[in-house]
């Protein structure tokens, strides 16, 4: 009789899905705010500017919590319901990750410029990829 381990431990309680979240929503609110200082120093001309701007610290700080909280309720969605919860996770996310950049090349916010949108994309894989990792267990705290 063999044994099997599996690879990705699935979380027994919401409250560690609640602790995988936050890590990871912690994690990619400081790589948004770090990688923002980081265009603020460098002068990147983005286009918009503005407490409502994309890339202000409020709708940055915001948008990767509600991201945080919708990925984690796919996630306890995908367990239920599925065999093998992190594939289609992963494969969700990877959906999401590509109908989330739409708006960015097609209907990008007023006046921005194409470093703008590059960061944009940018954001979106920093937000999504820290998500990802920690919700499925793949990096463990």
Known sequence: MSQSTVRYPVPETSGRLARRTGTGVLFAVVLVLLTQ?????????VGVTGSMSPFAAGPLIGVSIVAGAGAAIAYAAVVKFTIQPVRNFVAL?????????????FAPP????????????LYH??????LVV???G???V
């Open 37 to 45: 200082a980081i265009v603020d120093a460098l002068s990147i001309d």
């Open 93 to 105: 996310a990877v959906g999401v990750f590509v109908v989330m950049l739409v708006p960015v090349f």
């Open 110 to 121: 007023e006046g921005i410029t194409t470093a703008g949108q590059g960061i944009l994309v």
């Open 125 to 130: 894989a920093l937000v999504a990829v820290p």
């Open 134 to 136: 920690f919700i499925t």
């Open 138 to 140: 793949a990096v463990e």
